[in-house]
């Protein structure tokens, strides 16, 4: 749209009358609508380490985590998107030491998944309220229901069995007693709730050395879904 400005006006006049006709053209653009602001969450960092059963002290640090949550990319409460960030590294005194470490979360619908950062050898996290049916899922998004819980893997490595079929992996190899796994923004879609939503962060660190090998697990803080 032109805009024609009388020549009898000054010249501050003149702009001024220019920048407001600008103004009113692009305002009926911005009314259409405003999109729902995402949630960001910063979680705690923490650092826990376990002595073995041979004497080898595993430590687990956990840095950098956040999230960022969408309420609904669909529209409706059933469904949610969260963008998640984070980082382990894991150190072992035997640094003869072998590991995988997996990383990931745990998504429960109408469920609470336990209270403060803690870290667990062989052994699964509190989750109340309700019958609890856990299930495990990889990729970018899971689906669950009232009083269910799944697990969402961050990394699911494929590779090909013995037989020539496909097999996964959850966790990243290290060796020399020492390795780090960082994600950003992984996306992880919760389908089917449609009551309230949690999910808490998790490091599965399975263990070598020349005398035991163990599993330990490291949880973070819960955190809401919406």
Not at 37 to 43: F, G, P
Not at 123 to 151: D, F, K, L, R
Not at 180 to 186: C, D, I, K, L, Q
Request: glycine share 12%.
């Amino acid at each position: 749209m032109k805009t024609s400005v009388p020549q009898n006006f000054s010249r501050r006049a003149r702009r001024l009358a220019i920048v407001v006709a600008g103004v009113a053209t692009i305002a009926p653009i911005v009314g259409h609508g405003v999109a729902q602001a995402d949630t960001q969450v910063r979680l705690p960092g923490q650092t826990v380490s376990k002595k073995l059963a041979d004497g080898t002290t595993l430590t687990i640090t956990r840095s950098r985590e956040s999230a960022r949550i969408n309420p609904s990319l669909g529209g409706t409460p059933l469904h949610r998107n969260a963008w998640v960030s984070g980082r382990y590294d894991v150190t072992s005194s035997d640094k003869k030491a072998r590991f995988g470490i997996g990383s990931g979360y745990i998504v429960g619908c109408q469920l609470t998944l336990g209270g403060k950062s803690t870290s667990q050898g062989n052994a699964t996290p509190n989750m109340t309220e309700g019958t609890v049916t856990a299930t495990a899922q990889t990729g970018g998004s899971v689906t669950i229901g009232p009083g269910q819980a799944a697990t969402f893997f961050v990394n699911d490595r494929e590779y090909q069995d013995p037989f020539g079929g496909r097999a996964h992996d959850q966790s990243i190899k290290f060796s020399g007693g020492e390795g780090a796994v960082s994600y950003t923004n992984a996306t992880m879609m919760i389908n089917g709730c449609a009551g309230y939503a949690q999910a808490r962060s998790f490091a599965k660190v399975q263990i070598m050395t020349e005398h035991t090998t163990q599993v330990v697990w490291m949880y973070g803080k819960p955190f809401s879904l919406g």
